[in-house]
């Protein structure tokens, strides 16, 4: 179990680093913009009719330190609610010994 | 289970080699304004009677068993934070999960379609990624289409009687390819104005699909690790849902 854990984590690192030490002169951006080239490429005659809302109210792009920030705030949203669940269950799991015997069958 | 897991591991590193190595760009949601009215309105009404069902199924769940609303509330988290990582991959940009998985499989497709609506209006307003004209349409393939697939995968992995973790594994990878194959069709379906349809389509996969495999996978692997973590410490939630019948 707890080597499974730990073979999973260092498999999704690998797969998430690796490009990044092979692909030295890879971009690594361009998220957004590379599916309206695309779209371009298709359908050249099509303009965009509606700008993101938050890029309409500050009338510009949104810097990106500003935009890593909100990705921030999501990712620490996400983290605080799960980790706060899981330290229940955790704790619970304590108070709840029989219940483990009694179910240790699970795979 | 050892061996099943080394099954996956082997199985996870040829797909991550197989893919070689192309820079290559990529788009995640579909952009702000990027669709044609008709088609914003159309994928929103499609999404209406998705959304309406999800919302009947969670609190049907939550009326019946209270506690569950921590699951729930986990399930949603996992897709806040999952869809948050921006990941780089073999074909030189990033691209991010959408982990919708795990909360098809706890709590059904449905269910999902409003935890990820939640996460796409925050990413419309916020981020600019995404947007509130193509909410309609990103819903669709990433809080519908995707968990629905996820969650006919689990069944059908579960009626075969494919190791669990295995089927998990499948059901959140496959999801998550599919959610961007469906946002190439979409794509494609607005746009085909210079090249016919097919090779619109063509066009739109090869920039979704490859550079979505690894993040696939590693969204497969991280949904597993997760449910191994419930399995071991929320026993109770998992039985009331009907995910650990057979456990008792």
Redesign the interface.
């Known amino acids: ?1 707890k ?3 730990i ?3 260092v ?2 690192c690998l ?6 030490f ?2 030295k ?15 371009e ?6 303009d ?8 309409t109210l500050i009338g510009g ?2 810097p990106g330190e500003v ?1 890593s920030l ?6 620490g ?6 980790s706060f ?2 330290g ?3 704790e ?2 304590k108070w709840m010994k029989q ?1 483990e015997d009694s ?1 240790r ?3 | ?2 061996k099943q ?1 080394k099954r996956i ?1 082997a199985l ?2 040829v797909c ?1 080699l197989t893919f070689g ?1 192309a ?1 290559r ?4 949601h ?5 669709l ?2 008709g088609f914003c309105i159309a994928w929103g009404v499609l999404c209406l009677p998705f959304l309406a069902a999800g919302f009947f199924s969670i609190r049907k769940t939550l009326r019946e068993h209270r506690n569950l609303i ?2 729930l ?2 399930s ?20 991010h999960m959408t982990g919708t998985g795990l909360g098809a499989i706890l709590f059904g497709p449905t269910a999902v379609s409003i935890l990820g609506l939640i ?1 796409l209006l ?8 995404g ?3 193509t909410i309609g349409a990103n819903t669709f393939s990433m809080a519908i289409a995707g968990p629905f697939v996820s969650w006919g995968i689990y069944l059908l992995c579960k009626k075969v009687r494919i190791n ?2 295995v089927g998990i594994f499948l059901a959140a990878a496959l999801g998550d390819l599919f959610t961007y194959c469906i946002t190439a069709l979409q ?2 379906l ?6 016919t349809m097919g ?2 389509l063509v ?2 996969l090869a ?1 979704f699909a490859p550079t979505q495999v ?1 993040l696939a ?2 969204e497969g ?2 949904t ?2 997760i449910v ?9 939630e998992l039985r009331a849902i009907g995910f ?1 019948k057979e ?2």
């Open positions: 179990m080597k499974t854990v073979l999973g984590i498999l999704i797969i998430a680093l690796i490009p990044l092979v692909l002169d890879a971009e690594f951006g361009g998220s957004d913009d590379a599916g309206s080239q695309v779209v490429e298709v359908d050249s005659s099509y965009p009719w509606a700008a993101p809302i938050l890029e792009e949104l935009e909100f990705f921030c705030i999501q990712t949203i996400g983290v605080g609610i799960i669940i899981m229940r269950f955790v619970r799991k219940e179910a069958d699970c795979n | 289970m050892s897991e591991l996870t590193s991550a190595i820079p760009v990529n788009a995640m579909i952009m702000e304004g990027y044609p009215g921590t699951l509330a986990m949603g988290a996992f897709v806040f934070v999952i869809s948050s990582l921006k990941i780089p991959t073999m074909f030189g940009s990033c691209s996460v925050f990413q419309a307003l916020l981020l600019a990624h947007g509130l004209t669990r973790k794509l494609a607005a746009h085909h104005a210079d090249v090779e619109a066009e739109f920039v690894p996978i590693i692997i991280i597993v690790l191994m973590g419930l399995e071991t410490y929320a026993k109770p650990l456990a008792k």
